[in-house]
């Protein structure tokens, strides 16, 4: 970890950029473009912005191939959003975790198999037969049910619930009271009354998959809910019964995703979004915010709106309905000169 303040030649060095201007200026503070003031460091993650460097008061700022000139210093890098996060990797302090070992408190059931660096804090809770991989944190009163797997360098936060059975792959990291594996919502309705329906499936996440705080990834009915390599879930999403969830797929907040989709490798759905049942998303399908999805979208599509439709013909739609009330209008003054029209006809 570094600590500002640091000169511009320093964290050219942690971001692996090349700086055009006073490399020794210091900076004392992060900022936006607009903040920023003098001793702050920016960003200009696109040419938008890039475009509004010129205007800015900062000390110093990162860039990519824009700007080619600016009143401030710069540091030229590749990927400017990913120079970023080596930044504030190297500023943020370290994580607040429990250390190698079982905490005094934690209720670890003997049958259970956990690699020598575990880390498992106080409260938590390891259950019957439960498979836990080296280097793997479970924080304050985390539970982990009969059975479960966990693999290698992952990391459940305070509160997380995974339900006997499931499946967890390396390098997962799941938000404080988050819970995998709990049943699906699934009841029959006879004689007045719901009756619920026994889920037996599992839950499996594999590799590299994060979910933020609060969501929940349901078991399935029967096979298994699964969540592929790569995916990025966000706080207080719902994941349904039997949901298939392709690799490298990003789910914002308040989204919801009924059971039984399909939703194909890198889909982007944005924050409030619902997703129907029984339906498939293909590969590389946007969806906007604050839609609902209630039919199969192919390949390479991005929509929004409620119902969903292609996005080009949805902003017409929303650009049209801003004109209804002056085409009401149009239309009533039309039909009063064609009613006066025939009145003085049927004379």
Same mark, same amino acid.
């Given at each position: ?9 320093? +964290? ?10 006073? #490399? !020794?200026?210091?900076?004392?503070? =992060? ?5 920023? #003031?003098?001793?702050? $460091? ?84 390891? #259950?019957?037969?439960?498979? /836990? #991989? ?15 797997? =966990?693999?290698?360098?992952? $990391? ?54 994060? /979910? ?12 298994? !809910?699964? +969540? ?5 879930? *966000? ?25 039984? !989709? ?12 619902? /997703? ?47 004109? =209804? ?8 003054? =039309?039909?009063?000169?064609?009613? *006066? ?7």
């Amino acid at each position: 970890m570094v600590k500002l303040p640091l000169t511009v030649e320093q +964290i050219a060095k942690i971001v692996g950029g090349q700086v055009k201007g006073d #490399g !020794t200026a210091r900076i004392e503070a =992060l900022a936006t473009i607009e903040a920023a #003031g003098p001793g702050e $460091l920016t960003f200009a993650v696109d040419e938008k912005r890039a475009r509004r460097v010129s205007k800015s008061k900062a000390g110093a700022v990162i860039v990519g191939a824009l700007p080619q000139a600016a009143p401030m210093p710069l540091i030229r890098v590749e990927n400017v959003q990913a120079a970023v996060a080596a930044l504030l990797g190297a500023l943020a302090e370290p994580e607040d975790l429990p250390p190698p070992g079982t905490d005094e408190t934690a209720a670890v059931d003997n049958s259970a198999q956990i690699a020598p660096d575990v880390a498992i804090g106080p409260g938590a809770v390891v #259950g019957r037969g439960a498979r /836990i #991989g080296t280097g793997t944190v479970l924080c304050a009163k985390v539970v982990i049910g009969t059975g479960v797997e =966990l693999g290698e360098n992952s $990391l459940l936060h305070e509160g997380v619930v995974v339900k006997g059975g499931c499946k967890i792959g390396n390098r997962v990291r799941i938000g404080p009271n988050s819970v995998i594996g709990t049943d699906g919502f699934g009841y029959y309705f006879q004689d007045g009354v719901h009756h619920k329906i026994p889920h037996i499936g599992t839950v499996i996440i594999e590799d590299d998959v994060e /979910i933020g705080a609060c969501s929940c990834v349901d078991r399935a009915k029967f096979g298994a !809910t699964r +969540i592929g390599p790569g995916c990025k879930i *966000d706080n207080l999403v719902q994941i349904a019964h039997n949901v298939q969830l392709g690799k490298g797929s990003v789910l914002a907040a308040l989204t919801g995703v009924a059971g039984s !989709t399909k939703l194909g490798q890198y889909v982007v759905l944005g924050g409030h979004v619902g /997703i129907r049942d029984n339906i498939t998303l293909g590969n590389g399908v946007n969806v906007g915010a604050c839609t609902c999805v209630a039919g199969n979208v192919a390949d390479g599509q991005t929509v929004f709106g409620i119902p969903a439709g292609p996005a080009r013909a949805q902003l017409r739609i929303n650009q049209a309905m801003y004109k =209804l009330p002056d085409l009401l209008k149009r239309v009533k003054s =039309l039909e009063a000169k064609v009613g *006066d029209l025939e009145s003085t006809e049927d004379h």
